[in-house]
Each structure stands twice: as C-alpha cells, then as structure tokens.
C-alpha cells in the first residue's frame, strides 16, 4: 500500500527544491507529489502551503528530539464494540469435562503428543511428574530445535526449578488446576526478566527488558512451566528472523509461516504441549494452519499485552496456540483478564460449559466465500457436512462488501511504522534480514507518507465496518469461514472478533490445511464448543509430522 503523506511528503520534495532551475516543478514543488495524495491544488494554493510546512517540520523535528520507546502506546484506545453490545457479566464455575483418568504410556516419549488436557490429569493423578515432563520437552528441544529454526532460548535452569516447584505443590496437596506442572514456550516478543527478547530482529537480538509480560505472570500463577522462547518473524512479519527461516514441521523446505512461526512450529513438532502466539493480521490463524494445530485469536481486548512488543496498539492481540480447542480454552482461561497495565483491556467472564450442545448454538457459514473458494474447497466443504452432521444448521451469511477493508490496511501500516519510527530514521533498519520490497524496511518507510487525514478516515470507515459487521452477524454464535478466501481475516482482526482455527486435512503438497470459526465479540466460549465438537467427530487434531516421531 504506497500511499504518501501529504505534509512530510511535501516537505521533502521542498528540501530537494533547486534555486537553479525554473521549472513549473520547481517553482511549485508539490506539484509533482499531487496525484500521489489524489489531490489537484492551484499554483497559489501550492505557494500558501510554504509557510505551515516549514511549521509542520519544525514540529516533527520537536518530535523526533523526544524518546519513544516501543512501550510507550497511544493515548487514543480503540473499542471494538458496537452500539447497543450487551455484555455478560457474571463468571460461573467451569467444569472441563476432563476425563478422571489417563494412562502412562509404555514408552513415555510419546507424551510429547498428549494434549494439555491429558497431560493436566496424569499430573493432577501423580502418574508422572512437572520434572519428567519438562525434561522430556527439554530434550526434544534440544534435539529438534535447529532442525526446525524454532528456538530463540531454552530457559532450561528456571523451568527444572519451576517443575521442581510445581511438583512439591502438588505433592503438598495445593493442585492450582489444569496448567499446574505443565511446560510450555512463548514468542519471543514477550519479556522475560533475565532472558533476551529479540523480537525475532537483528537490531534487537541482544536487547534485555527488564520486566516480564503480564500473560507469563498469569501463567506461572497457574504452575505452568515456561522453558523456552520460540522465533517470530522479525517485528511480526512472516517466518523469516535473524537466525533463518522456521521450518513447517509438515515440510521442512516450507517456512511455518507467521509471525508466530516459532509458537505453531514447535507445537506441531512435540517440542511444547502449548505456546502463546500473537495476531495482528493472521500471526495466529496462518502458522497454526501451515503447522496443523489449533489456534486461538481472542477478542480484541481481552488478554494484556503489557510486556509484548507493539507493532499496532489498536489490533495486536495475544492469544494460545495447542493441540486441541479444549486446550485453547484451558489456557485462554488463565492469560485473559484485566492487569491495570493494558489500557485497552476488559474484564468479562469467559463461561465455558461442557454440557452445551453444539445443537444449542445458533450457526451461520460465508456462503458466498465457500463458493469462490479456490484454495481449500474440498477439505472445507467436508468440514461443513461434519458440522451438520453433528446436528446444527447452518445459515447463509454474507458479510459487509460494499466497505473498502483492504484499504484500511493503513491503519496497522501507520501504526507499525510508529512504533519503529526510531528503527526507519536511524537506518538500523537495514539490519533487518528480509529486505525485500514487501518487507518491514520498505513499509515502514512509505508510511512515513500517508496522510494522518487518510489515517483518521479509515479508522472511522473502521467504525462504520464495526456497526455493519455487527448487524450482519449478531444473531450468530459462530460463522465458518475459509480461512484465507476473501478479506475475512483482514476484516475481523479490524473489528476486534475472536476466531479459532482448527486443522481439517492436508492439500495436495501434504501440508495441514483449516477451518476458521469466527464468534461473538467475547463470543469464545461458543467457539470452543463447536471446535471441540468438531475435533471429537474427526482426528485432524490427533496427526502428527512423521518426522517427528517421538
């Protein structure tokens, strides 16, 4: 999207104006800059421009004089929430539906599979231990984590003295609950006290916060174990960091995909039973597709990202990537929640309940994009009979074409090139390993260009896409959609709408291919419910990369 800030954009063409030529360009520089901003000025028009330019750059260099650092956000927050959005109020007690028992395997490596909820009752039963577990994901760790370009720092000390914490409660008879013992690996764009947070970056490869993030305080309240920080895109893009390419476990001459390229890699491999992952736009949904496992964004809002890098204030979104749905829920239970840090962030009850029925929640499905589905249509029109036959039906819904969604890309593009404005006007940004046109470097660079005009309109078009969107879906539990056919992905992480993304199959190259279940803004709960349901009725969740076989 290369579209030019009018005010710096001027300004720039002036500094280049020469006193030597007489050209109409020269004598009124902007001319030649206009039919970038859709703008057609008269020459006098040009000539009263001058003056507040030269005012504008003398505001910007104020500006640019002041120390921002990357978590220092805005003063505008943005709320996802339409007129009239009722909100539920009261948190009701969650029962699970674990089951009361789980047996050891004979060879107990091939736990590196058992999901969360699993892995919870063999440690709740004292059939293994957190300190067994974490070794056996140490080691894999150890052994597959070059292969897969999936590891930023294996905190090996702190999770033994974790573990070894986690068993002494539970042996004391103080369970804390499903999490309790059970290891897990963050991208590495959350701080950690006494560990490196490269943000997946060469400029920041050796930078040291000294704070860890509101989500691992969350968790290791709960007991879980963190053992390790997984890569990320540099600054959230793609698969590509500082140190390589992650690997798609499914395909290793194939990259993971992005951002959270590490979190689904090392999940799908065994390296980790879960990881959090961030979105902005599809650093959830995209990696855990590419991988095969189960990812869910939540709701805008409801989980602190206070302590994670900022690459766009109004959309970044923390959320967990496992095995399974019912996992998701496990750990989204504990991460969300208000910390008094995240300004943006909400306290609203997340009410699971096993015993709903899928036959309860009320199902629509984006026909339109089913039927000009071109890149997974036969896995996805079998993920459709599946959820009928599990006795819901579904209705067509079309969501709002008639807004310019992928125009307000702008917004996550501004916002991105602020929070690495120090990055762009330093040059450091060639350090950067992807260079490519498309890359971070360039884009931060171009927006510098667009006007914050342009920036205020789009955000409220965003608005109107908010109030439209909820009056086309607000009768919905849940939407089916393709995960990446049309603009949905774009669309619903403008909007601040949770989606869960489950695995339905592998395309003709072998790799996983999904499903994506859009909800209710603070709607997760009925996502669980259909995604759990789905994943009993088929065993996508259950594959595992041969290659990685325990």
């Given at each position: 999207?290369?579209?030019?800030?009018?005010?710096?954009?001027?300004?720039?063409?002036?500094?280049?104006?020469?006193?030597?030529?007489?050209?109409?360009?020269?004598?009124?520089?902007?001319?030649?800059?206009?039919?970038?901003?859709?703008?057609?000025?008269?020459?006098?028009?040009?000539?009263?421009?001058?003056?507040?330019?030269?005012?504008?750059?003398?505001?910007?260099?104020?500006?640019?004089?002041?120390?921002?650092?990357?978590?220092?956000?805005?003063?505008?927050?943005?709320?996802?929430?339409?007129?009239?959005?009722?909100?539920?109020?009261?948190?009701?007690?969650?029962?699970?539906?674990?089951?009361?028992d789980v047996k050891v395997p004979i060879h107990k490596e091939e736990l590196v599979y058992y999901p969360v909820c699993q892995l919870s009752v063999l440690i709740r039963n004292k059939k293994i231990t957190s300190t067994e577990l974490t070794n056996l994901y140490l080691s894999r760790l150890k052994k597959y984590g070059d292969t897969l370009q999936c590891v930023i720092q294996i905190l090996e000390e702190t999770a033994l003295q974790q573990a070894t914490k986690a068993d002494e409660e539970i042996a004391a008879g103080r369970?804390?609950?499903?999490?309790?013992?059970?290891?897990?690996?963050?991208?590495?764009?959350?701080?950690v006290k006494g560990t490196r947070t490269t943000w997946g970056a060469a400029p920041f490869r050796d930078q040291s916060i000294n704070e860890t993030a509101t989500v691992v305080k969350k968790l290791e309240e709960a007991g879980a174990v963190l053992i390790v920080k997984l890569t990320m895109g540099a600054l959230a893009m793609g698969d590509i960091w500082f140190g390589g390419v992650t690997k798609n476990p499914w395909n290793l001459n194939q990259g993971s995909s992005g951002s959270s390229a590490g979190s689904a890699s090392?999940?799908?491999?065994?390296?980790?039973?879960?990881?959090?992952?961030?979105?902005?736009?599809?650093?959830?949904?995209?990696?855990?597709?590419?991988?095969?496992?189960?990812?869910?964004?939540?709701?805008?809002?409801?989980?602190?990202?206070?302590?994670?890098?900022?690459?766009?204030?109004?959309?970044?979104?923390?959320?967990?990537?496992?095995?399974?749905?019912?996992?998701?829920?496990?750990?989204?239970?504990?991460?969300?929640?208000?910390?008094?840090?995240?300004?943006?962030?909400?306290?609203?009850?997340?009410?699971?309940?096993?015993?709903?029925?899928?036959?309860?929640?009320?199902?629509?499905?984006?026909?339109?994009?089913?039927?000009?589905?071109?890149?997974?249509?036969?896995?996805?029109?079998?993920?459709?009979?599946?959820?009928?036959?599990?006795?819901?039906?579904?209705?067509?819904?079309?969501?709002?074409?008639?807004?310019?969604?992928?125009?307000?890309?702008?917004?996550?593009?501004?916002?991105?090139?602020?929070?690495?404005?120090?990055?762009?006007?330093?040059?450091?940004?060639?350090?950067?390993?992807?260079?490519?046109?498309?890359?971070?470097?360039?884009?931060?660079?171009?927006?510098?260009?667009?006007?914050?005009?342009?920036?205020?309109?789009?955000?409220?078009?965003?608005?109107?896409?908010?109030?439209?969107?909820?009056?086309?879906?607000?009768?919905?539990?849940?939407?089916?959609?393709?995960?990446?056919?049309?603009?949905?992905?774009?669309?619903?992480?403008?909007?601040?709408?949770?989606?869960?993304?489950?695995?339905?199959?592998?395309?003709?190259?072998?790799?996983?291919?999904?499903?994506?279940?859009?909800?209710?803004?603070?709607?997760?709960?009925?996502?669980?419910?259909?995604?759990?349901?789905?994943?009993?009725?088929?065993?996508?969740?259950?594959?595992?990369?041969?290659?990685?076989?325990?």
């Open positions: 999207m290369k579209i030019i800030f009018l005010i710096l954009g001027l300004t720039i063409i002036l500094s280049f104006h020469s006193s030597q030529t007489k050209s109409q360009d020269q004598q009124y520089p902007t001319r030649s800059i206009e039919p970038y901003l859709d703008l057609n000025l008269t020459d006098a028009e040009r000539d009263s421009l001058k003056t507040d330019l030269e005012e504008y750059q003398a505001a910007y260099k104020d500006i640019h004089k002041f120390s921002l650092n990357n978590n220092i956000g805005m003063s505008l927050l943005f709320n996802p929430y339409p007129t009239g959005f009722e909100r539920e109020t009261t948190q009701r007690s969650i029962d699970w539906g674990l089951p009361k369970y804390k609950g499903p999490l309790h013992g059970i290891p897990y690996g963050i991208k590495d764009l959350l701080s090392a999940t799908a491999a065994g390296l980790v039973p879960f990881a959090i992952g961030t979105e902005t736009w599809g650093s959830i949904v995209s990696p855990s597709t590419r991988c095969g496992v189960t990812g869910l964004r939540p709701t805008y809002g409801m989980v602190s990202r206070h302590g994670a890098m900022a690459l766009c204030w109004s959309m970044d979104k923390i959320g967990p990537i496992c095995r399974s749905a019912l996992d998701c829920a496990i750990v989204y239970s504990v991460i969300k929640g208000d910390d008094g840090l995240d300004h943006s962030v909400v306290s609203a009850p997340f009410n699971y309940d096993m015993k709903n029925s899928v036959k309860n929640l009320r199902v629509g499905y984006l026909k339109t994009l089913f039927e000009d589905d071109t890149l997974n249509k036969v896995n996805n029109q079998k993920s459709l009979d599946v959820i009928s036959a599990l006795g819901v039906n579904m209705e067509p819904v079309e969501l709002p074409n008639e807004i310019p969604v992928s125009a307000l890309s702008i917004i996550l593009t501004s916002e991105a090139a602020a929070a690495f404005d120090n990055l762009t006007r330093s040059g450091q940004d060639s350090l950067l390993t992807n260079q490519r046109k498309n890359a971070w470097p360039n884009i931060f660079r171009g927006a510098r260009f667009i006007p914050a005009v342009e920036y205020v309109n789009a955000t409220r078009i965003r608005q109107q896409l908010i109030e439209t969107y909820h009056q086309r879906t607000k009768d919905y539990d849940v939407i089916v959609a393709p995960s990446f056919e049309g603009d949905q992905l774009l669309m619903t992480n403008l909007t601040g709408h949770p989606c869960l993304v489950v695995p339905n199959g592998f395309n003709d190259k072998g790799s996983p291919t999904s499903i994506s279940l859009l909800g209710k803004l603070q709607g997760e709960a009925a996502l669980i419910t259909i995604g759990r349901a789905y994943q009993e009725a088929t065993d996508w969740d259950e594959k595992h990369p041969p290659l990685f076989k325990p």
